[in-house]
């Protein structure tokens, strides 16, 4: 059975930073496209970045120069790091992973920015 656990969300403050960590059981992990979503209260959820199986990576406008994404194929994990954290970057923060047919997603971790 196919799981992704994310941990590393919480409460920070404006302009703090968070690392959210993503854990995937998937054998074929190296193949796959990893991405980081969010959902805030009343929203869709949308795309915020993701990188390939080849690294190359594609962020949302709204976090160019605030997050990094990076993923460990040797052991399975990808990762967000968030600085110059906003309050309106406070929402329920998904991994994702795509690849042919193959669609998974994570169970969310809060990430709440506020003073």
């Known amino acids: 059975q196919v799981q992704l656990v994310e941990s590393g969300g919480g409460l920070v403050q404006p302009g703090g930073s968070l690392r959210l960590s993503c854990a995937a059981s998937?054998?074929?992990?190296?193949?796959?496209?990893m991405g980081w979503y969010r959902q805030a209260p009343g929203k869709q959820r949308e795309l915020v970045a993701s990188?390939?199986?080849?690294?190359?990576?594609n962020y949302a406008d709204f976090v160019k120069g605030r997050f990094t994404i990076s993923r460990d194929n040797n052991k399975n994990m990808v990762y967000l790091q968030m600085n110059s954290l906003k309050p309106e970057d406070t929402a329920v923060y998904y991994c994702?992973?795509?690849?042919?047919?193959?669609?998974?997603w994570g169970q969310g971790t809060q990430v709440t920015v506020s003073s």
């Open positions: 990188i390939n199986s080849g690294s190359t990576i």
């Open positions: 994702n992973s795509q690849a042919w047919n193959l669609d998974y």
């Open positions: 998937l054998s074929i992990f190296r193949y796959m496209t």
